[in-house]
Nanobody
Framework: QGQFVESGGGLVQPGGSLRLSCAAS????????LAWYRQTPGKQRDLVAE???????DYRDSVKGRFTISRDNSKKMVWLQMNSLKPEDTATYYC????????WGHGTQVTVSS
């Protein structure tokens, strides 16, 4: 199983930007599909964006056009660039596998508020 360390969260005003980082210790990194998830208290963890080894990506509808997921296979890093942030983007963000996510990290808190 992999290990994931997320960072880059913080407090930002609506319309602002943040870039989240994930250091992923996983085997065969360049071959695995990875994703960013988010969770608010009392709700299920939702997949926000996923990226395949070749760099192709998919996004949930609510973040399309605002968020961009990227990866560097040589550094075993995944990023989530978040622009035009909205209060409803407030959550704890995690990275993990797309398939059978496990061994969740601590996540990084994103708060969008004026």
């Amino acid at each position: 199983q992999g290990q994931f360390v997320e960072s880059g969260g913080g407090l930002v005003q609506p319309g602002g930007s943040l870039r989240l980082s994930c250091a992923a210790s996983v085997s065969f990194f360049s071959l695995v599909e990875l994703a960013w998830y988010r969770q608010t208290p009392g709700k299920q963890r939702d997949l926000v964006a996923e990226i395949r080894g070749d760099g192709s990506a998919d996004y949930r509808d609510s973040v399309k056009g605002r968020f961009t997921i990227s990866r560097d296979n040589s550094k075993k890093m995944v990023w989530l660039q978040m622009n035009s942030l909205k209060p409803e983007d407030t959550a704890t963000y995690y990275c993990n596998y797309v398939t059978a996510p496990n061994n969740w990290g601590h996540g990084t808190q994103v708060t969008v508020s004026s």
